[in-house]
C-alpha cells in the first residue's frame, strides 16, 4: 500500500512540475454557455462547438472581425477566374503550425494542409473520413460536394479550387467555422498511432490562440501563440470556464470570475446597464423568425389576404411582449447587419380597418379560418412561438379570421413545414455565411418550393427567383447588392412571409476589456482582445 | 452472512434488466432523435438522414435494438457516445468522481448536523429547541434546490465575497486528475493553497445539496429516538439508575440508528437526483450535468450508460445499507 502511495506521490510531483503558473500573465476567463461537443468544427453544428474551436484554426480566407465582410486568412490573397468557376488561392509563407507534447510540426502550413482538410469532408475514400462520426452537416447543408469538382495543388503555396457551377457565396462559405484548415501532418501522425480520433479532440492549428487543455464539462485552456503569423496576442492566456445558468454567469461576472459572459438572461439586462461595474454590448443576430403564408393553399393564393393578414397583425405589441429587450420587429427577410440590407423599405402598418378592407375585396367579408402553426421549441429567433402564436390568434380575431393554433414535436414540425402542409405557419432561419443569397435564395427562391424545400411558402416569384439566381452569377458585390435590394420589394409587396423579429444578442463585459467585438454570426472570438 | 448477502445479490439482477430496460424506452419515447436535434430547422436530405440512422443502428426494430445493447452492456461495453464519440464508460469515469465527492460531503454535512439535531430535538420534545429543528427541516425539505443555491451565490459569493461561484477550483490552478477527487488531488499534489480552494468551492454546494437530506435525517432520527424512548427496556435501564447520557448512547441511539441508516441509505438516490440540479447551478463537471446534456442532445448510449452506471451505484449503496442493518441488528441476519 505505501509503495502504491508513494508511487501516485512520484507521479503527481512530476504533474506538479508540469503545471504552468497563471497568475503572472494575463488571463481573460470568458464564461461559456455549455460543453463543446469536440474540437473540430467540421462535425459540428453548434456555436458553443465553434466557439472552442476558433482560437485555434484558421481559414484560408475569414470574416472582419465583428462583420462579415470576408478576408484573408491562411490565403493572403485569391483570384477568381472570369467565367466564375475557378478560384486561385495564395498561401501565406511562414504560417507555424502548433505543437504539443505528442507532436513537433516539421513544416509550415502548405497547400497539402488545404486539401487534406476539403477532402476529410468531401472524399469518402480520405483515411479521416468516416472518424468521429463523419458527420459534415454543413459542409453538406452549404452544397459543397455539389459544387467542388476538383482542388489541386499548384505549388505548395498554391491551391487551386474548381467549381461546377458559378456560385458567388462560395468564398463567403470558406470562411465558416466548417473549413478551417488542418494538419495534413500531424493526422497522419495520428493515424499512424493508431487514434485518428485525437485530431477532433486534442486540436493542432495555425491559430492565435495554441490549445492547452480540456477538462470535460469544466475548463478549456488556451495560451498565445507566440509564432502566430499575425503577431502574438495581447493576451497570454484565454480560459473557458463552462457555465451553463445565465443567472450564475452573471454572478461570476460581477465577482470577477470571469470577464466575459454570452447569453444573459432577458430578464437581467435592464439591470445589468444599470450596473456601473459592467459593460453591456448588444447587436441585432443574424436571423430572422416569420410566419410563412402557403400560397398554394387557400385563402393565402390570394396577395390581397397576405396583406391583410400581415396589417391585422400587432408586431410591436409582439415583440415587445414576448422576445422584450431581445428583439427587434423585422420588416425585411434579411437582418439590418447584412449588407445589401434595404432600409427604405416601409413595413405593413398595423392598421385593423385597412385589413377589414382588403379582406372584403379578396372575398372574405366575414373572415375565413386558418391553422397558425407554432414551433414547439425556443429558438434564437423565436423565444416562445405558442405565446407569439396566442398573441396573432387574438389579434385576427378582431378581423373575423379564426387562427387554430397547430403544434408538432420540433422534428416532426419542420418535416411538415417543408412538406407545405400549413396554410400559416412560423419558422425562422439563422444564416450561415452573412451572405444574402444565403436567405434570399435559400428560403425564397423557386428551387427550394419544392416539397421538402426549405421555401415554406411554396412562393416560386419568377421576378424575385430571376434576381436572386443572377445575383448568385454574379461576383461584383455592389451589383450584388442592388439586386438584392430590388428583390426585397418585390418580397414585401408579395408578402409570402410575415417577418416577426431579429433577436437581439447581449453581452457582459468587465471594465477593464477592450477590443472585445460581438460577431454577427452569434459565435465569439478573442483574436486583439486585451485587458486593461 | 454469506448467504445474505448472495440472496440480495441475486434479487439485483432483476433489477438491473429492469433499468436497462425503462431507461431504453424512456429515452426513445422523447420525440425527436439524436440527427433531427442536431440538424434543426435546416433540415437533413434524406439519403443522408436514412444513412446516418443505419449507421447508429436506428434503423433495426426497437426490441433488436435493446437486445444488441443488452449484449454490448454484459460484455462490459456501453456504446460511444454520439456526441463525443468517446467511450461512454470513460466519460462516466472521468466525470463521476465530481459528483461523488460532492454527494459524500453532502451526506456528511446531513448526517453530522441532522443526527445530533435530531437526537436533542427528541430529548428536548416540546422544547423550543425542538420546535426549532422541525421548523427549519420542514423548510429545507420544501425548499426548491435552483432557488435556494442562487440565492446562497448572490449572497455569500457575490454581495460577500467569501466564497467562489462556481465551479470545482479557481483557474489559476491546475492538477492533473489522478483520483478525480478534487480534495484528494490537491493534497496529493501538496498544494495546500489549491486544497484550501477546492475547500471553498464545495461549501456552497454541499449545503445546497446537503439540505434535503439533513431535513430528512434529522426528522428521520427524531422521530425514531421518540418510539425508541418510549419502550419498556429504556424506562428499565432509566429505573436501573443509569445516566442519561448512558440511557440515550447507548440504549436508546443503537436502536433507532436502524430506520436512520435506511432513510441515509436511500437518501443516496435523492442525492445523485438532486446533483442534476446542484452541478448545473454550480458549473459542477458531474454527471448530473452530463444527463441533462445526453437527454438534451438525444446521445442514447451515454444517457442509457450513464442512468445504468448511476442506478448499480444506488443499488450498491442499498445493499452496503441491508448489509449494515444486518450488523446492527442480528434479528435481520438471521431471519432469512
Redesign the interface.
Known amino acids: 500500500m505505501k509503495r502504491i502511495l508513494l508511487g501516485?506521490?512520484l507521479?503527481?510531483?512530476a504533474?506538479?512540475a508540469?503545471?504552468?503558473?497563471?497568475?503572472a500573465a494575463k488571463?481573460l476567463?470568458y464564461c461559456s454557455e455549455?460543453?463543446p461537443?469536440?474540437f473540430n468544427p467540421m462535425l459540428n453544428?453548434t456555436g458553443t462547438s465553434f466557439d472552442v474551436a476558433l482560437p485555434v484554426y484558421n481559414n484560408l480566407v475569414q470574416f472582419e472581425h465583428g462583420g462579415t465582410k470576408v478576408v484573408p486568412g491562411l490565403a493572403e490573397s485569391w483570384t477568381i477566374s472570369d467565367d466564375g468557376l475557378v478560384y486561385t488561392f495564395k498561401l501565406r509563407a511562414g504560417a507555424k503550425w502548433h505543437s504539443n507534447a505528442d507532436f513537433k510540426p516539421t513544416r509550415d502550413a502548405n497547400a497539402d494542409d488545404v486539401i487534406f482538410s476539403f477532402e476529410r469532408q468531401w472524399k469518402a475514400d480520405s483515411p479521416y473520413h468516416k472518424v468521429?462520426?463523419g458527420?459534415y452537416?454543413y459542409f453538406?447543408?452549404m452544397a459543397m460536394p455539389k459544387l467542388l469538382k476538383s482542388i489541386e495543388k499548384v505549388d505548395d503555396l498554391t491551391v487551386k479550387f474548381t467549381l461546377n457551377a458559378v456560385e458567388a457565396p462560395f468564398l463567403a462559405n470558406l470562411a465558416m467555422p466548417f473549413a478551417p484548415i488542418m494538419s495534413a501532418e500531424y493526422a497522419a501522425m495520428l493515424l499512424k498511432k493508431g487514434t485518428p480520433?485525437k485530431l477532433?479532440?486534442v486540436p493542432i492549428g495555425t491559430g492565435p490562440f495554441q490549445f492547452v487543455?480540456y477538462?470535460?464539462?469544466?475548463?478549456v485552456?488556451y495560451k498565445a501563440f507566440e509564432q502566430y503569423w499575425g503577431g502574438k496576442q495581447p493576451l497570454d492566456n484565454l480560459?473557458f470556464?463552462?457555465?451553463?445558468?445565465a443567472?450564475?454567469r452573471l454572478?461570476?461576472l460581477?465577482?470577477n470570475?470571469c470577464q466575459v459572459m454570452p447569453y444573459p438572461n432577458p430578464a437581467d439586462i435592464e439591470a445589468m446597464k444599470k450596473d456601473t461595474s459592467i459593460l453591456v454590448q448588444e447587436q441585432e443576430g443574424l436571423n430572422v423568425g416569420y410566419v410563412s403564408f402557403n400560397v398554394t393553399k387557400k385563402p393565402f393564393d390570394d396577395v390581397r389576404v397576405r396583406r391583410a393578414v400581415s396589417m391585422a397583425m400587432d408586431k410591436k405589441a409582439i415583440v415587445a411582449a414576448v422576445y422584450q429587450a431581445a428583439g427587434v420587429p423585422a420588416k425585411n427577410p434579411i437582418p439590418p447587419t447584412m449588407w445589401s440590407y434595404n432600409d427604405a423599405i416601409e413595413d405593413y402598418p398595423y392598421d385593423i380597418e385597412r385589413a377589414k378592407k382588403l379582406l372584403a375585396d379578396a372575398g372574405y367579408p366575414n373572415g375565413f379560418e386558418t391553422d397558425l402553426w407554432a414551433m414547439p421549441v425556443q429558438?434564437p429567433y423565436n423565444p416562445n412561438a405558442k405565446r407569439v402564436a396566442e398573441m396573432m390568434q387574438a389579434d385576427l380575431a378582431k378581423v373575423g379570421v379564426k387562427a387554430k393554433i397547430v403544434q408538432y414535436?420540433?422534428?416532426?414540425y419542420?418535416?411538415r413545414m417543408?412538406q407545405g402542409e400549413h396554410q400559416m405557419g412560423m419558422?425562422?432561419?439563422?444564416g450561415d455565411n452573412g451572405d444574402p443569397d444565403n436567405f434570399l435564395y435559400t428560403l425564397l427562391g423557386c428551387e427550394a418550393a419544392r416539397p421538402?424545400g426549405?421555401n415554406l411558402s411554396k412562393w416560386c416569384n419568377k421576378e424575385f427567383d430571376d434576381l436572386v439566381v443572377q445575383a448568385k452569377r454574379t461576383t461584383d458585390i455592389a451589383a450584388r447588392t442592388k439586386l438584392y435590394e430590388q428583390s426585397q420589394v418585390i418580397f414585401k409587396e408579395e408578402a409570402p412571409w410575415y417577418t416577426i423579429a431579429h433577436s437581439v444578442v447581449y453581452m457582459g463585459l468587465a471594465k477593464n476589456v477592450v477590443g472585445y467585438k460581438m460577431d454577427p454570426f452569434g459565435v465569439h472570438r478573442f483574436e486583439g482582445v486585451d485587458l486593461k | 452472512m454469506l448467504r445474505f448477502i448472495l440472496t440480495r445479490v441475486s434479487l439485483v439482477i432483476p433489477t438491473f434488466l429492469g433499468i436497462t430496460f425503462l431507461t431504453f424506452i424512456l429515452i426513445r419515447l422523447v420525440p425527436g432523435d439524436p440527427i433531427e436535434v442536431r440538424v434543426g430547422e435546416r433540415g437533413i436530405a434524406p439519403e443522408r438522414l436514412a444513412a446516418f440512422r443505419h449507421e447508429l443502428g436506428l434503423d433495426q426494430p426497437l426490441w433488436q435494438q435493446f437486445l444488441d445493447y443488452v449484449g454490448h452492456v454484459l460484455s462490459g461495453d456501453f456504446g460511444l457516445s454520439l456526441i463525443t464519440h468517446n467511450p461512454v464508460l470513460s466519460e462516466f469515469v472521468t466525470l463521476f468522481p465530481a459528483t461523488l465527492e460532492l454527494a459524500l460531503c453532502a451526506m456528511l454535512f446531513a448526517t453530522l448536523i441532522g443526527l445530533p439535531a435530531g437526537i436533542l430535538a427528541a430529548v428536548k420534545r416540546g422544547s423550543l429547541f425542538d420546535h426549532g429543528v422541525m421548523g427549519a427541516s420542514l423548510t429545507g425539505y420544501s425548499m426548491p434546490i435552483f432557488w435556494w443555491g442562487l440565492l446562497l451565490i448572490l449572497f455569500f459569493s457575490v454581495a460577500l465575497g467569501w466564497t467562489p461561484v462556481s465551479g470545482r477550483l479557481d483557474l489559476v490552478y491546475y492538477v492533473e486528475p489522478v483520483t478525480g477527487f478534487m480534495l484528494i488531488d490537491t493534497l496529493m499534489a501538496g498544494d495546500y493553497d489549491a486544497f484550501r480552494s477546492a475547500l471553498s468551492h464545495l461549501i456552497l454546494p454541499t449545503i445546497v445539496l446537503g439540505t434535503v437530506p439533513l431535513a430528512v435525517v434529522a426528522r428521520m432520527t427524531r422521530s425514531a429516538m421518540l418510539e425508541v424512548l418510549g419502550e419498556d427496556y429504556i424506562r428499565t435501564a432509566r429505573a436501573k439508575g443509569l445516566a442519561d447520557r448512558r440511557v440515550i448512547g447507548m440504549h436508546a441511539l443503537r436502536n433507532a440508528l436502524i430506520p436512520v441508516v435506511t432513510v441515509i441509505g436511500l437518501q443516496v438516490g435523492t442525492l445523485l437526483g438532486g446533483a442534476i440540479l446542484t452541478e448545473t447551478i454550480f458549473s459542477w463537471p458531474g454527471v448530473g450535468k452530463w444527463l441533462i446534456e445526453s437527454i438534451n442532445r438525444r446521445d442514447y448510449p451515454a444517457l442509457q450508460g450513464g442512468v445504468l452506471l448511476i442506478a448499480t451505484s444506488v443499488i450498491l449503496v442499498n445493499l452496503l445499507v441491508d448489509v449494515l442493518y444486518g450488523v446492527l441488528n442480528p434479528r435481520i441476519r438471521h431471519a432469512r
Open positions: 501516485a506521490g507521479g503527481m510531483a504533474a506538479l508540469l503545471t504552468a503558473p497563471a497568475q488571463t476567463v455549455g460543453s461537443e469536440n453544428t468521429s462520426g458527420a452537416d453538406n447543408d480520433e477532433d479532440q487543455a477538462q470535460k464539462d469544466a475548463v485552456r480560459v470556464a463552462i457555465t451553463p445558468d443567472a450564475v454572478a461570476k460581477k465577482a470570475e429558438r414535436e420540433w422534428g416532426e419542420r418535416k417543408q419558422l425562422g432561419w439563422t421538402g426549405n
